[in-house]
């Protein structure tokens, strides 16, 4: 189901780990700085970057795949247009793995047709909103 009120939103702030698709290791770049803020704020955070060893500390994973912890919930900052390849991996995991329940698209990013398909397979969507200004106006 499409995550769209606060309710919602909060539900998915309780996440404890967080895979970060298209981790920046630029700082000044918001795919480096929110994941670095929800670190700060006690959330793990695991990068996927195939151009990286390692972001904020953490090793990072070549693909969503190949991330060898439970994820509650994977931020998307890769393009629009890529969403349905990434979300087709995040409903493979939960398929398999059962975790990564919930998928949040960054500020800009949308795809209606590869979130209604992960939504039919129980993950849940979030679509167009930032994870820090949203855990800042719920959680700060």
Not at 71 to 95: G, K, Q, T, Y
């Amino acid at each position: 189901m499409p995550i769209t009120n606060d309710a919602g939103l909060e539900r998915a702030l309780d996440a404890e780990t967080i895979a970060v698709v298209g981790c920046s290791t630029t700082p000044g770049k918001a795919a480096h700085d929110v994941p670095a803020y929800l670190q700060k704020h006690g959330y793990r955070i695991v990068p996927v970057n195939p151009y990286a060893d390692s972001i904020l500390g953490e090793p990072a994973y070549d693909a969503l795949g190949d991330v060898d912890v439970t994820i509650d919930l994977v931020n998307v900052f890769r393009p629009s247009e890529e969403v349905p390849e990434i979300l087709n991996a995040v409903r493979e995991r939960h398929a398999a793995r059962g975790d990564a329940g919930i998928a949040w698209l960054q500020l800009g990013i949308t795809h209606d047709a590869a979130a209604a398909a992960a939504e039919a397979d129980g993950i849940e969507v979030v679509q167009d909103r930032c994870l820090k200004v949203e855990h800042g106006r719920l959680r700060g």
